[in-house]
């Protein structure tokens, strides 16, 4: 996409999101999309890739990037039943390319599909009851929840509370279903305006998380909206919101950074989706539109202040949060092995990892976590997914040299800083400058309530290793009773506390 094209001008002149995605779809000349219509394309849950790693020979060639696409299937608060579950296998083979993503925020991807395709991917989750609407785009995406409903009436009625939120806050349009699902010609005429969204959409991408304290396993502070359910006597009594996280930043520019959320306030079910939609509008109406690199949720709210968007809820909805209650968080990753529900049956949480890797799962294998990178993503420096494994086992080939196999450490790595993979709250977090290197980061808290900091700037395996080497010698040899790995960095002082994400690059 090229940094002229006018984002905020496409979407207001999108036709509630129908843009010319027919005429782009029917084109024979081209295995891509116009330009203009990969921006309305993300609303649907589709990004135009090409395969990086053929690009150079197919230049030569003198042919075209070899194009696909990938489509984001949206499942909010990350259920999927049975039966949608066989479907989305079968579909992997035909039409997607025999591959199936779970992603960072509970959604599923699939990636090389071809656009002949794409009509026959979507009308088959269709089938099932799912959709792509949203699942990218300047809205709100999937709301994240934890995935153990049947571990009690709380958890339950949490998960019911975020596929609620996450309904209320999807657009109206009726655009999806008419391209991909009806196959009617889309309407010519100038459609209302969407109820929350309005014309322009918000300026950027929204997301929300539902955690159930003590675990934080949807990094509940990394969210434009994040949610803290909250119990009494067993039952759902309501929610703190936390808003105003975002991971995303850019390599060089200190004036982008990560940030956590900022706490807001306490307000029970009911009061979810009137304060949710407050939130999201006033994000529409302040936030900045003018430099998307400026125009994420965490700068509006950075820029203001807690107080001013407690003001602005209570301007827009007629609610105004009460003071937050107490609550504790330890750990932001799931947990893993069985578990007995209220009903006596057991589940069992399974760590996922690229299947043909095969690894034993270590403490510190099942805490990593990556994102897509190469060879799909258009925005990566540098391997994350496909490298990350390897690069595990030779840090856990450390930790056995110092005794510590069986201590959890959250690593997390990412292609570039956008930060999908959330790597700024990793203990350990890797984030790519260049095919091979890295920035590497130490000291977030293991709870994800503490950002880690830069210590080696576009550092290769070597070096990486040398410093984990390092850090895993002195956490051995001085670390507390059960005293995680962030923790001890920061009370060691092998790195400072980050208090506010502007420190984690300073």
């Known amino acids: 996409m090229s940094a002229g094209l006018d984002i905020e001008k496409i979407k207001s002149e999108s036709r509630n999101l129908r843009g010319t995605l027919i005429e782009s779809l029917n084109d024979p000349t081209t295995g891509a999309i116009r330009e203009a219509d990969t921006v309305v394309s993300k609303f649907h849950?589709?990004?135009?890739?090409?395969?990086?790693?053929?690009?150079?020979?197919?230049?030569?060639?003198?042919?075209?990037?070899?194009?696909?696409?990938?489509?984001?299937?949206?499942?909010?608060?990350?259920?999927?039943?049975?039966?949608?579950?066989?479907?989305?296998?079968r579909l992997a083979d035909d039409p997607g390319n025999g591959s199936l993503r779970l992603t960072t925020r509970q959604a599923i991807q699939y990636h090389g599909v071809a656009r002949q395709s794409l009509h026959d991917l979507i009308r088959g989750i269709d089938a099932v009851g799912m959709d792509s609407l949203a699942a990218c785009g300047d809205v709100n995406r999937n709301v994240m929840c934890h995935v153990q409903p049947e571990l009690g009436p709380l958890h339950a009625e949490t998960l019911r509370w975020s596929e609620r939120l996450s309904k209320h806050l999807t657009p109206a349009t009726n655009a999806w279903r008419e391209i991909w699902i009806d196959g009617k010609k889309a309407d010519t005429e100038e459609l209302e305006d969407e109820p929350i969204y309005g014309k322009r959409y918000l300026p950027r991408k929204f997301k929300i998380g539902i955690a159930v304290a003590p675990y934080n396993d949807v990094d509940v502070y990394s969210q434009d909206i994040g949610l803290v359910a909250i119990a009494r006597d067993g039952a759902l009594a309501g929610f703190n919101v936390i808003a105003g996280g975002g991971m995303g930043c850019s390599h060089g520019e200190l004036e982008t950074f990560p940030l956590l959320g900022q706490m807001i306030g306490f307000i029970t079910p009911e009061q979810l989706l009137p304060v949710a939609e407050a939130i999201v509008t006033t994000q529409r109406d302040f936030g900045d539109r003018e430099n998307r690199k400026h125009a994420r949720f965490k700068y509006t709210l950075d820029d203001r202040s807690a107080d001013w968007l407690v003001d602005e809820i209570e301007h827009r909805c007629g609610i105004r949060p009460s003071a937050a209650e107490p609550f504790e968080l330890i750990q932001s990753s799931d947990r893993y092995g069985w578990t007995k529900g209220v009903d006596g049956r057991w589940q069992f949480v399974v760590f996922i990892e690229r299947l043909e890797d095969g690894a034993d799962?270590?403490?510190?294998?099942?805490?990593?976590?990556?994102?897509?990178?190469?060879?799909?993503?258009?925005?990566?420096?540098?391997?994350?997914?496909?490298?990350?494994?390897?690069?595990?086992s030779r840090i856990e080939e450390l930790a056995a040299r110092h005794g510590i196999s069986e201590q959890p450490v959250m690593v997390r790595m990412s292609g570039c800083p956008n930060g999908c993979s959330r790597p700024f709250l990793g203990e350990i977090g890797l984030v790519g400058r260049a095919p091979g290197r890295y920035n590497l980061y130490l000291g977030a808290a293991f709870s994800g309530e503490r950002l880690s900091k830069l210590v080696l700037d576009n550092a290769d395996e070597a070096a990486i290793l040398d410093s984990i080497d390092g850090w895993f010698e002195r956490y051995a040899a001085e670390r507390q009773p059960d005293e995680a790995l962030g923790d001890f960095a920061v009370r060691s002082g092998l790195v400072a506390a980050v208090v506010h994400g502007s420190e984690v690059h300073a």
Do not use: K, N
């Open 45 to 89: 849950g589709l990004y135009q890739q090409d395969d990086r790693d053929l690009r150079a020979s197919r230049r030569e060639a003198r042919l075209e990037p070899l194009y696909s696409f990938m489509l984001r299937v949206r499942v909010p608060g990350g259920r999927v039943t049975r039966a949608q579950w066989d479907a989305l296998d």
């Open 361 to 392: 799962i270590s403490p510190i294998r099942r805490h990593s976590m990556a994102c897509v990178a190469m060879p799909t993503c258009g925005l990566a420096m540098a391997e994350a997914e496909r490298y990350l494994p390897d690069l595990i």
